[in-house]
């Protein structure tokens, strides 16, 4: 199993990005996929999850409305788009499976909003 994120970077307030994972070694379509981040001296956390199918999402309370999690089941790709950035969005996004019953995590990617 190999995931692997891409999209990050230094985005002003109020900009957007668009964050991938590529996912590899496993029938991406039967498992749930999910975003999670870590800012600098806090605990990891959930940002979104995505069923199977794409037809159920959730979001962290602190993203609704700003974010959205999606996939494309014929790319093996799962996708973030953030838009409305915010300073305290700052963090390293991780791309998250849980897949016949262990976890992966892909390597991370850096998203700094400042001006």
């Known amino acids: 199993v190999q995931l692997v994120e891409s999209g990050g970077g230094l985005v002003q307030p109020g900009g957007s990005l668009r964050l991938s994972c590529a996912a590899s070694g496993f029938t991406f379509s039967s498992y749930a996929m999910s975003w999670y981040r870590q800012a600098p001296g806090k605990e990891r956390e959930l940002v979104a999850r995505i069923t199977s199918g794409g037809s159920s999402t959730n979001y962290a309370d602190s993203v609704k409305g700003r974010f959205t999690i999606s996939r494309d089941n014929a790319k093996n790709t799962v996708y973030l788009q953030m838009n409305s950035l915010k300073p305290e969005d700052t963090a390293v996004y991780y791309c998250?499976?849980?897949?016949?019953?262990?976890?992966?995590w892909g390597q991370g990617t850096q998203v700094t909003v400042s001006s």
């Open positions: 998250y499976g849980r897949i016949a019953g262990l976890t992966y």
